[in-house]
């Protein structure tokens, strides 16, 4: 709609704040004489074409007092000024262009290979941003430990020293460049390795495609300067990408919030900065309404919405994160630390697999909820109707097919009724519809409190501790129960809470922010350096600011340090004051979040950056918010509602109304606990689903904590460990889907150390081990053990456990991966059991040797120790709340569920397949045979997954421990069940195994097996899923190492990593393509290689001679060999295959 400036009018005053999401545009807007008015307006409506321009329309109306018609010009000179969060960064782009480092091109294709899905067999890779990509020959390397002869040293803006290998020819650059512009390319990323340091090249590129007329140029270096250049090439494509479409939005007086929480005007507003602005403006919202300074109780964000729910925490302070994932891909940006849950009002009610179900499938707009009259399922609404905490005849009546009706509360009971049948057919536990609708509302809340708990527990707070600062347009409906399941005593919801976020881009500052990469150890000496640094970053946002018209009287800031210990990756932003012991500040945080601290390590400073700016049905009183004066205080059960939410005050809670605020006192001591049944020793599915919840946060919480303070690239870069929970006995209960090969295989493990042990562990005992016979896979998967003490620190009630694959173990070859072992001992040292409190001294075995790694593994195994005490804190509080029989008593009930779910999957399989056996044959590469039959019993659903004809034990390395059958087999099933099961022992109750003694899948204690965890594995998974005739294949969910982690970490140089065209094979349907990993070498090293070549895959040794002649040798699957500096490795992996004729 075209808008008119030039109309005068009377100055009204009017200041107007939109948040546009995905189905409303929520508004609040103030005027100089009159209240402030909310509105929400449709954000797609074909009423009208744009809707912050209709909305802007309707404030004018009542703002002027006057009809506007829709089409007709509108004064805007009575606007103060208008501020705009948005989710539409989410939705649309413009036609990008990306420039990357040559041998780089298929780098966000390739991505991190990390899989969103564990066991999705249908999963696609993640999409990228730019429709052409174009490599430019340039080249910088790091410096600081090893050079390269005949280049220059120069000073990275990091402080890292840095060698221009090549300089980007000019004339190419402008050929590639009028070839992109004139094919109608007008928005450009670049991205180029170790630009976060040195970033002259990406500048250079980007004058060079201004000049030739492109209107947009991002570049990673100014958007992002922090190492990692797959995130960091992510942000500029995503701002690419999204900012042009966006600056079509900018016009008039509009300021733009940011995902970090505050505002820019909109000649400024970036596409990367917008992808969490709409809940920043909520988060903003609660600090601005809610924040008390002088009690400084710390407050926990709940904002629940139709799809999902998001939360956050604030404590004076914002806390902000330098890198999330969005849609799949990872991107580096400030932005506020939102944790989000896909559990929101139009969430989806399912009975799956003797459980309840919430989420992560909505409902959405259309059909919607069961009530909106348009043929929808069950959903979170919908539970909230059939219960009264939602009033029909207070709705407005715009549902049914011609948008006349009220909301259906009878279809909704319909169901509920049907459903109720259902499971009580099912479970043979008799519950009504009621009791079913409320057990959903509970599983709800609990997968609400998981993203809570993260950003609480997880960190080293305390939930309780907060206050609950509600907003969001169903957040109302859900606070009193998030809150008594949280142990929290206090709710704040603000008057306008529903339009919260918007109310917060009312309220928002204006910022400026400047960041820099700026690598330096933190210590007395360096004080100085990094505050003239962060003054330099200051005097340059203060210029920004003061070109916009302030003045410097009105501009504050803060500073912020990015810090790590030497070694880790595991940042913590930390704010700096006037003094300068923001190291200990450091330390104190690192401890508080993560249980330890590394005495003795250096403290580094990464980045620098600057920021400006339970009964029955029961009578419930409903009252009408606007009616109700301050002071006024309201018992529960009620129901507060006003145009925009609906607010249930629980029996438990009392309301009371304030001049801006409803603040919900909760009474502990009236909580009626979720689920509550007769006989708390009768398993109820209701409370099962909730433990189920519960145990899986568990395993979760652990893995975070390990990730966050590990210090190698194995556990910190690629993810390759896994944690988990565990009975009495050491069976499985719970397992966080990180590395599958582990996912089944650790119970082994800990149920060798609890018959070793047995009777002979005491409360905070921590056992280490990594042998196969006592239940591990290879010896670099350390097995940290810890048992979990009743109160009177007699019986053990639980086990928690963590597997990490360290870098090194010691054997032949660095890595304790090497190729031609032959016994166990030549792969490094082999620890059957190992109390991490005593000190004793290892075996010795000639050849072998000790680890070259000593301080990264204790830096490891401490942080496993981490995750596992994190663990029993969160055993014993759930124990705390629950009673240890109620607890015990759910975890074999959802060790039970498991084991049904998997007997239904066999009798499935026996039924088509006519009950015949299922049969898998394959073969290593050196011919040793994999046989599996699998005769399943239809009447008891259990099966034996026979192995009889396997090959014997080979001389070499890829024999593979009992351990990873089990895991090729539970994760295999997992993939096949295609539902969201618990994973534990239950699901492996109806399988037993047979493998013949001596094959090498059953090894002796002597074995070589360090490449069965890592090849074997993978072929074990093939045969099981081939018997299944599943088309699919691996289990591996490793991440793959960022290209500048590798160069900044080890002595290499990475000169192409990208696809292999074609190598997925020929005909009508085909595998992925396999990639090409081109290593060079910048010191003598001895490299080892451990792969399945298979009919495509190649690894070749490049060396040089005396004249610098290239020579190529094939090193085959398997193999060492003596690399001299400036040699290169290339590992061109196979691709999938492909089938059938190209004409079918």
């Given at each position: 709609m075209p808008v008119a400036l030039d109309t005068l009018r009377s100055a009204a005053g009017i200041r107007i704040a939109i948040d546009r999401g995905g189905t409303f545009c929520d508004v609040y807007a103030t005027f100089a004489h009159r209240p402030p008015v909310i509105l929400k307006v449709l954000s797609i409506d074909a009423a009208y074409p744009d809707a912050p321009t209709e909305a802007i329309r309707r404030v004018l109306e009542i703002g002027y007092d006057t009809a506007i018609p829709r089409g007709e010009l509108l004064d805007l000179s009575g606007i103060e000024v208008i501020r705009m969060g948005t989710t539409v960064a989410t939705k649309w782009g413009e036609k990008t262009a990306f420039l990357v480092s040559e041998g780089f091109r298929d780098l966000l294709h390739i991505g991190n290979q990390s899989r969103p899905d564990l066991f999705d067999l249908s999963a696609k890779r993640p999409g990228v941003l730019y429709e052409r990509v174009i490599e430019v020959k340039e080249r910088v390397l790091l410096a600081d430990v090893y050079r390269l002869e005949g280049l220059p040293v120069v000073l990275g803006t990091s402080g890292e020293r840095i060698q221009v290998e090549h300089v980007p020819d000019a004339g190419e650059c402008r050929k590639h460049l009028q070839s992109l512009y004139d094919d109608g390319f007008r928005s450009l990323a670049i991205s180029f390795l170790h630009s976060y340091t040195y970033p002259k090249h990406e500048i250079l590129v980007a004058d060079i495609a201004r000049e030739v007329g492109f209107i947009h140029v991002s570049l990673s270096s100014q958007l992002s300067p922090m190492i990692r250049i797959v995130p960091r090439a992510n942000s500029a494509t995503a701002d690419a990408y999204l900012t042009p479409e966006l600056q079509k939005y900018l016009q008039g007086m509009l300021q733009f919030m940011q995902s970090d929480g505050g505002l820019v005007n909109a000649e400024a507003f970036s596409g990367l900065r917008a992808i969490l602005s709409g809940p920043a403006g909520g988060v903003v919202g609660i600090a601005k309404t809610c924040w008390d300074e002088k009690l400084k109780v710390p407050l926990i964000g709940f904002d629940m919405g139709g799809t999902s729910t998001d939360v956050s925490r604030f404590?004076?302070?914002?806390?902000?994160?330098?890198?999330?994932?969005?849609?799949?891909?990872?991107?580096?940006s400030p932005q506020l630390d939102i944790n989000t849950v896909a559990a929101g009002g139009g969430s989806l009610l399912l009975w799956q697999n003797g459980l309840l179900k919430v989420g992560p499938q909505s409902a959405g707009a259309s059909p919607g909820p069961a009530c909106y009259r348009k043929g929808g399922p069950l959903t979170t609404t919908d539970a909230n109707v059939f219960l009264g905490r939602l009033l029909p005849a207070h709705f407005p009546r715009i549902f049914g097919p011609d948008e006349n009706q009220s909301l259906d509360a009878d279809v909704v009971r319909e169901k509920f009724t049907a459903l109720a049948k259902q499971i009580s057919t099912d479970t043979g536990v008799e519950k009504t519809p009621e009791e079913i609708a409320l057990g959903f509302l509970t599983v709800a809340t609990e997968a609400m409190c998981l993203p809570i708990r993260a950003i609480s527990e997880a960190r080293g707070y305390d939930p309780s501790s907060h206050h609950l600062a509600v907003f969001g347009g169903a957040g109302g409906q859900s606070a009193c129960d998030v809150a008594v399941a949280l142990d929290m005593s206090r709710i704040l919801i603000h008057k306008s809470s529903a339009i919260l976020s918007a109310f917060g881009l009312a309220k928002a500052e204006l910022v400026d922010e400047s960041q820099e990469s700026f690598s330096i150890i933190a210590d007395d000496s360096s004080f100085d350096i990094l505050r003239s640094r962060l003054a330099i970053l200051r005097v340059r946002s203060e210029g920004r600011l003061i070109a916009q018209g302030f003045t410097k009287s009105q501009l504050s800031s803060m500073s912020y340090l990015n810090m790590r210990y030497d070694g880790s990756d595991a940042t913590l932003m930390i704010a700096v004051e006037s003094s300068h012991d923001f190291v200990q500040v450091f330390k104190a945080k690192h401890h508080q979040e993560f249980g330890f601290s590394l005495e003795g390590r250096s403290v580094w400073v990464d980045d620098l950056r600057v920021y400006f700016g339970s009964t029955g049905w029961i009578?419930?009183?409903?009252?009408?918010?606007?009616?109700?004066?301050?002071?006024?205080?309201?018992?529960?059960?009620?129901?507060?509602?006003?145009?925009?939410?609906?607010?249930?005050?629980?029996?438990?809670?009392?309301?009371?109304?304030?001049?801006?605020?409803?603040?919900?006192?909760?009474?502990?001591?009236?909580?009626?606990?979720?689920?509550?049944?007769?006989?708390?020793?009768?398993?109820?599915?209701?409370?099962?689903?909730?433990?189920?919840?519960?145990?899986?946060?568990?395993?979760?919480?652990?893995?975070?904590?390990?990730?966050?303070?590990?210090?190698?690239?194995?556990?910190?870069?690629?993810?390759?460990?896994?944690?988990?929970?565990?009975?009495?006995?050491?069976?499985?209960?719970?397992?966080?889907?990180?590395?599958?090969?582990?996912?089944?295989?650790?119970?082994?493990?800990?149920?060798?150390?609890?018959?070793?042990?047995?009777?002979?562990?005491?409360?905070?005992?921590?056992?280490?081990?990594?042998?196969?016979?006592?239940?591990?896979?290879?010896?670099?998967?350390?097995?940290?053990?810890?048992?979990?003490?009743?109160?009177?620190?007699?019986?053990?009630?639980?086990?928690?456990?963590?597997?990490?694959?360290?870098?090194?173990?010691?054997?032949?070859?660095?890595?304790?991966?090497?190729?031609?072992?032959?016994?166990?001992?030549?792969?490094?040292?082999?620890?059957?059991?190992?109390?991490?409190?005593?000190?004793?001294?290892?075996?010795?075995?000639?050849?072998?040797?000790?680890?070259?790694?000593?301080?990264?593994?204790?830096?490891?195994?401490?942080?496993?120790?981490?995750?596992?005490?994190?663990?029993?804190?969160?055993?014993?509080?759930?124990?705390?709340?629950?009673?240890?029989?109620?607890?015990?008593?759910?975890?074999?009930?959802?060790?039970?569920?498991?084991?049904?779910?998997?007997?239904?999957?066999?009798?499935?399989?026996?039924?088509?397949?006519?009950?015949?056996?299922?049969?898998?044959?394959?073969?290593?590469?050196?011919?040793?045979?994999?046989?599996?039959?699998?005769?399943?019993?239809?009447?008891?659903?259990?099966?034996?997954?026979?192995?009889?004809?396997?090959?014997?034990?080979?001389?070499?390395?890829?024999?593979?421990?009992?351990?990873?059958?089990?895991?090729?087999?539970?994760?295999?099933?997992?993939?096949?069940?295609?539902?969201?099961?618990?994973?534990?022992?239950?699901?492996?109750?109806?399988?037993?195994?047979?493998?013949?003694?001596?094959?090498?899948?059953?090894?002796?204690?002597?074995?070589?097996?360090?490449?069965?965890?890592?090849?074997?594995?993978?072929?074990?998974?093939?045969?099981?899923?081939?018997?299944?005739?599943?088309?699919?294949?691996?289990?591996?969910?490793?991440?793959?190492?960022?290209p500048e982690i590798m160069e900044r970490r080890y002595p290499v140089i990475l000169r192409r990593f990208s696809l292999r065209p074609g190598s997925g094979g020929k005909g009508r349907y085909h595998g992925g393509d396999g990639v090409v990993r081109d290593i060079e070498f910048r010191r003598t090293v001895q490299c080892s290689i451990l792969s399945d070549p298979g009919a495509l895959g190649v690894n070749l040794w490049i060396s040089k001679d005396a004249q610098g002649k290239e020579r190529a040798l094939s090193i085959g699957g398997k193999n060492t060999a003596p690399m001299a500096k400036g040699d290169r490795i290339v590992i061109m992996t196979p691709g999938g295959g492909g089938y059938g004729t190209s004409n079918e």
């Amino acid at each position: 709609m075209p808008v008119a400036l030039d109309t005068l009018r009377s100055a009204a005053g009017i200041r107007i704040a939109i948040d546009r999401g995905g189905t409303f545009c929520d508004v609040y807007a103030t005027f100089a004489h009159r209240p402030p008015v909310i509105l929400k307006v449709l954000s797609i409506d074909a009423a009208y074409p744009d809707a912050p321009t209709e909305a802007i329309r309707r404030v004018l109306e009542i703002g002027y007092d006057t009809a506007i018609p829709r089409g007709e010009l509108l004064d805007l000179s009575g606007i103060e000024v208008i501020r705009m969060g948005t989710t539409v960064a989410t939705k649309w782009g413009e036609k990008t262009a990306f420039l990357v480092s040559e041998g780089f091109r298929d780098l966000l294709h390739i991505g991190n290979q990390s899989r969103p899905d564990l066991f999705d067999l249908s999963a696609k890779r993640p999409g990228v941003l730019y429709e052409r990509v174009i490599e430019v020959k340039e080249r910088v390397l790091l410096a600081d430990v090893y050079r390269l002869e005949g280049l220059p040293v120069v000073l990275g803006t990091s402080g890292e020293r840095i060698q221009v290998e090549h300089v980007p020819d000019a004339g190419e650059c402008r050929k590639h460049l009028q070839s992109l512009y004139d094919d109608g390319f007008r928005s450009l990323a670049i991205s180029f390795l170790h630009s976060y340091t040195y970033p002259k090249h990406e500048i250079l590129v980007a004058d060079i495609a201004r000049e030739v007329g492109f209107i947009h140029v991002s570049l990673s270096s100014q958007l992002s300067p922090m190492i990692r250049i797959v995130p960091r090439a992510n942000s500029a494509t995503a701002d690419a990408y999204l900012t042009p479409e966006l600056q079509k939005y900018l016009q008039g007086m509009l300021q733009f919030m940011q995902s970090d929480g505050g505002l820019v005007n909109a000649e400024a507003f970036s596409g990367l900065r917008a992808i969490l602005s709409g809940p920043a403006g909520g988060v903003v919202g609660i600090a601005k309404t809610c924040w008390d300074e002088k009690l400084k109780v710390p407050l926990i964000g709940f904002d629940m919405g139709g799809t999902s729910t998001d939360v956050s925490r604030f404590d004076g302070r914002f806390e902000h994160l330098m890198e999330s994932t969005t849609a799949g891909v990872t991107i580096q940006s400030p932005q506020l630390d939102i944790n989000t849950v896909a559990a929101g009002g139009g969430s989806l009610l399912l009975w799956q697999n003797g459980l309840l179900k919430v989420g992560p499938q909505s409902a959405g707009a259309s059909p919607g909820p069961a009530c909106y009259r348009k043929g929808g399922p069950l959903t979170t609404t919908d539970a909230n109707v059939f219960l009264g905490r939602l009033l029909p005849a207070h709705f407005p009546r715009i549902f049914g097919p011609d948008e006349n009706q009220s909301l259906d509360a009878d279809v909704v009971r319909e169901k509920f009724t049907a459903l109720a049948k259902q499971i009580s057919t099912d479970t043979g536990v008799e519950k009504t519809p009621e009791e079913i609708a409320l057990g959903f509302l509970t599983v709800a809340t609990e997968a609400m409190c998981l993203p809570i708990r993260a950003i609480s527990e997880a960190r080293g707070y305390d939930p309780s501790s907060h206050h609950l600062a509600v907003f969001g347009g169903a957040g109302g409906q859900s606070a009193c129960d998030v809150a008594v399941a949280l142990d929290m005593s206090r709710i704040l919801i603000h008057k306008s809470s529903a339009i919260l976020s918007a109310f917060g881009l009312a309220k928002a500052e204006l910022v400026d922010e400047s960041q820099e990469s700026f690598s330096i150890i933190a210590d007395d000496s360096s004080f100085d350096i990094l505050r003239s640094r962060l003054a330099i970053l200051r005097v340059r946002s203060e210029g920004r600011l003061i070109a916009q018209g302030f003045t410097k009287s009105q501009l504050s800031s803060m500073s912020y340090l990015n810090m790590r210990y030497d070694g880790s990756d595991a940042t913590l932003m930390i704010a700096v004051e006037s003094s300068h012991d923001f190291v200990q500040v450091f330390k104190a945080k690192h401890h508080q979040e993560f249980g330890f601290s590394l005495e003795g390590r250096s403290v580094w400073v990464d980045d620098l950056r600057v920021y400006f700016g339970s009964t029955g049905w029961i009578d419930a009183g409903v009252y009408k918010l606007g009616q109700l004066t301050p002071g006024s205080v309201i018992k529960g059960p009620a129901i507060i509602l006003d145009a925009t939410q609906t607010i249930v005050v629980t029996p438990s809670a009392v309301a009371m109304v304030l001049d801006d605020h409803v603040v919900v006192d909760i009474d502990p001591e009236n909580v009626d606990s979720e689920g509550k049944t007769d006989d708390p020793l009768a398993v109820d599915p209701i409370r099962l689903s909730v433990f189920g919840h519960r145990f899986m946060s568990i395993a979760e919480q652990m893995g975070r904590t390990l990730q966050k303070t590990s210090v190698s690239v194995n556990i910190k870069e690629r993810l390759d460990f896994s944690c988990a929970l565990f009975d009495p006995d050491g069976r499985l209960v719970a397992n966080a889907p990180h590395v599958p090969a582990m996912l089944g295989s650790m119970q082994f493990a800990v149920r060798w150390q609890h018959e070793h042990w047995k009777g002979r562990l005491h409360d905070g005992d921590v056992i280490l081990s990594n042998s196969a016979v006592s239940g591990g896979v290879h010896l670099p998967d350390i097995t940290i053990v810890t048992p979990v003490f009743d109160d009177s620190g007699r019986d053990i009630i639980f086990y928690v456990a963590s597997r990490g694959h360290h870098a090194d173990v010691g054997g032949q070859t660095p890595g304790s991966m090497p190729p031609f072992s032959k016994t166990i001992y030549d792969e490094g040292a082999s620890i059957l059991t190992f109390k991490v409190l005593l000190v004793e001294e290892p075996l010795k075995h000639p050849g072998g040797k000790g680890t070259r790694a000593l301080k990264d593994n204790l830096s490891d195994i401490n942080a496993q120790i981490a995750a596992t005490y994190k663990g029993v804190g969160l055993v014993k509080n759930l124990v705390s709340k629950y009673t240890l029989p109620v607890v015990q008593m759910y975890m074999y009930a959802i060790q039970s569920t498991a084991e049904e779910a998997v007997r239904q999957l066999l009798r499935k399989f026996s039924k088509r397949h006519s009950g015949k056996a299922l049969v898998a044959f394959d073969r290593m590469d050196d011919g040793s045979p994999i046989a599996l039959r699998i005769d399943i019993d239809r009447e008891s659903g259990s099966a034996t997954f026979d192995f009889t004809g396997t090959g014997p034990e080979v001389y070499g390395n890829w024999n593979a421990p009992r351990a990873i059958v089990n895991s090729s087999i539970i994760y295999a099933l997992r993939c096949l069940l295609a539902s969201d099961i618990p994973l534990n022992q239950g699901c492996m109750t109806p399988i037993n195994v047979i493998i013949p003694d001596g094959c090498f899948l059953k090894p002796s204690a002597d074995a070589a097996v360090c490449a069965g965890n890592v090849l074997t594995s993978q072929r074990l998974t093939d045969v099981v899923l081939r018997a299944f005739e599943a088309c699919a294949a691996h289990m591996t969910n490793t991440r793959i190492t960022d290209p500048e982690i590798m160069e900044r970490r080890y002595p290499v140089i990475l000169r192409r990593f990208s696809l292999r065209p074609g190598s997925g094979g020929k005909g009508r349907y085909h595998g992925g393509d396999g990639v090409v990993r081109d290593i060079e070498f910048r010191r003598t090293v001895q490299c080892s290689i451990l792969s399945d070549p298979g009919a495509l895959g190649v690894n070749l040794w490049i060396s040089k001679d005396a004249q610098g002649k290239e020579r190529a040798l094939s090193i085959g699957g398997k193999n060492t060999a003596p690399m001299a500096k400036g040699d290169r490795i290339v590992i061109m992996t196979p691709g999938g295959g492909g089938y059938g004729t190209s004409n079918e």
